[in-house]
């Protein structure tokens, strides 16, 4: 087994034969002509028909990739009327009686050259549209059938290099994978390749031209491939492609269906996330929100006290990203056991019952503050929930939207601004359970952390593999409190949803349902199977008569 390694352009996993593609070497003859005319008329219909050409990969990305990919051959096919471009082409053959091919070969290259040496990125990358169009006319003037260059069969395609016109004519439906040796993870070949949801691999140095015909997996998720895999790896990595294919099929099905049963009741499906680099997930998962940003992330991965402007800019970046739809941001839940050493925690005897998440906050105010100010500038960029975790009593609610409004007004009195929000508490605790009447009174929503919920009522250390036997992940204790919980919710106008693991626990979706939930916000990759699951229950039937 031989390993590759290079920048993936999408994840995903491909497994198939290789093709290795070479690109056809064009012989441009350095020979003068006799017959300007003629040469001519070669260069113009070469080029005419590089223009229908490119029209037709617009039309034919257009379909595979989407609008935004499919612009760079509208743009290639204005370039092939540009007055300099073809003054310059036709000097060579009228006054250097040089050939068709010649003079597109050197007046394209020069321009290409114009191109690379200026310093606005995009002006650069322009460079690399004029090779392509040139190629296109070469190929024309040649009589060169690029259509050939993916043979019959299914592959993974390997090739030094791909232009954009190359990458948009390979059919789809026989092509696994792509691997280039050059090439960048933002040019548009990659953008393509993305757009068109095939696994790639740009920068592979290790090509080499003895792969054709051999068997090999793109892995995407690692930025890496394998030649000849050996059995054992390439079965886990089918199973994990079957998975995808799953996956791909289901949001076939329910992209931007609803999350309604059979009899009419809808709910909102969110994803849990652990920090911006998950934004794509949300949104190749038809995510209708993120139910739980875990914002721990920001300390975990920082070794000294995260700034504001820091935490600002991650949850900006979220907010703005998935804008109108809302995301629910929790605050610092450190503690237990997730430590941050900067933090000089105290040890403690059981920090599982000890000073973490809420009470840190609301024993280092200015640490809290920090993070509130962040969140407040960050509501003006679209729609924020702020959520506190481990709420046990209404004084510590108060307490934190005291704290949130002194944040508002200090950044208000500074000018800076500050959007609407929702507000909202995690029922983490058979305390918050106990008062969730009282404490529903004081905010928008409940989010039902099933997780501690389940260690605090049952007295099981979710840490502790070893307790394991003892565990009942559906007690009817845990699932009372839910009810009890939405239920006094319900009472007081705030709405609740679960944000632990049992909100994707398909055994349960319907005791939820029909505890009235309100939301389940889950792991990006279980929305669509939630959606699929809700959408074939009937709750007006009992539920035993449930196919
Ligand atoms: C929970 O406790 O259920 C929860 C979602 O929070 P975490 O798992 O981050 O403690
Ligand atoms: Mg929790």
């Not at 002509?33 to 050409?53: G, P, T």
């Not at 050197?106 to 549209?129: C, G, T």
């Not at 349902?513 to 699951?533: F, Q």
Request: hydrophobic content about 40%; glycine content about 6%; charged content about 30%.
């Amino acid at each position: 087994m031989q390993v590759a390694t290079g920048k993936s352009v999408l994840n995903g996993i491909a497994i198939g034969k290789v093709k290795v593609y070479k690109a056809p070497k064009l012989e441009i003859s350095e020979a003068l002509i006799e017959d300007v005319e003629a040469e001519l008329a070669r260069f113009d219909a070469a080029r005419e028909k590089a223009i229908d050409q490119q029209n037709a990969l617009y039309e034919k990305a257009l379909i595979d990739a989407g609008e935004d990919s499919a612009e760079v051959f509208s743009v290639h096919a204005m370039m092939l009327e540009d007055d300099d471009l073809l003054d310059a082409t036709k000097e060579i053959i009228q006054t250097q009686k040089h050939s068709a091919e010649y003079a597109t070969k050197v007046a394209f290259d020069n321009q290409a050259m114009v191109f690379a040496e200026m310093d606005d990125p995009y002006m650069k990358e322009r460079a690399a549209d004029i090779y392509d169009i040139e190629q296109a006319v070469l190929n024309n003037l040649f009589g060169i059938d690029t259509d050939s260059m993916q043979g019959t069969e299914p592959c993974i395609l390997v090739a030094r290099d791909l232009t954009p016109s190359e990458t948009v004519r390979l059919d789809k439906s026989l092509l696994l994978g792509i691997i280039t040796k050059e090439g960048s993870s933002n040019s548009h070949t990659a953008i393509l390749a993305r757009s068109m949801g095939i696994p790639a691999l740009v920068q592979c140095a290790d090509v080499e031209e003895d792969w054709d015909g051999k068997d090999a997996i793109i892995d995407g998720y690692n930025s890496c491939a394998y030649v000849e895999p050996t059995a054992d790896l390439a079965s886990s990595l089918k199973k994990r492609r079957d998975e995808d294919l799953k996956q791909k099929a289901l949001l076939q099905e329910l992209k931007g269906a609803d999350n309604t049963t059979i009899d009419g009741t809808t709910i909102k499906v969110y994803a849990n996330i652990g920090g911006p680099s998950d934004i794509g997930l949300v949104q190749q998962n038809d995510a209708g929100g993120v139910g739980l940003f875990r914002s721990e992330f920001v300390y975990l991965n920082s070794k000294d006290y995260p700034s504001e402007d820091e935490q600002f800019n991650a949850y900006r970046l979220a907010v703005e990203a998935l804008a109108p739809k809302q995301v629910i941001i929790r605050t610092c839940d450190i503690g237990a056991d997730k430590q941050v050493d900067y933090m000089n925690m105290e040890k403690e005897e059981n920090p599982a019952l000890g000073v973490r998440a809420i009470r840190i906050c609301l024993t280092r105010k200015e640490f809290f503050k920090t993070q509130l100010r962040a969140l407040l500038r960050a509501s003006a960029y679209g729609n924020l929930g702020i959520m506190f975790p481990m709420i046990i009593s209404k004084r510590e609610l108060r307490e934190c939207k005291d704290l949130l409004k002194e944040c508002e007004k200090e950044l208000l009195e500074k000018g800076i601004k500050v959007g609407t929000y929702s507000l909202g508490i995690m029922i983490e605790t058979p305390a918050a359970v106990m008062i969730a009447d009282e404490l529903a009174e004081e905010c928008d929503f409940f989010s039902i952390g099933t997780n501690d919920l389940t260690q605090y009522t049952l007295a099981i250390d979710r840490q502790n593999a070893g307790l394991d036997p003892f565990l009942d992940i559906h007690h009817p204790a845990v699932l009372r409190e839910i009810k009890m919980t939405i239920d006094a919710g319900h009472r007081h106008g705030t709405w609740v949803g679960i944000c632990g693991e049992l909100g994707a626990d398909p055994a349960l979706t319907e005791t939820f349902l029909r505890m009235g939930i309100d939301e389940l916000s889950v792991n990006p990759v279980s929305v669509l199977p939630l959606r699929k699951l809700i959408r074939g229950l009937d709750l007006s039937k009992k539920p035993e008569d449930q196919e």
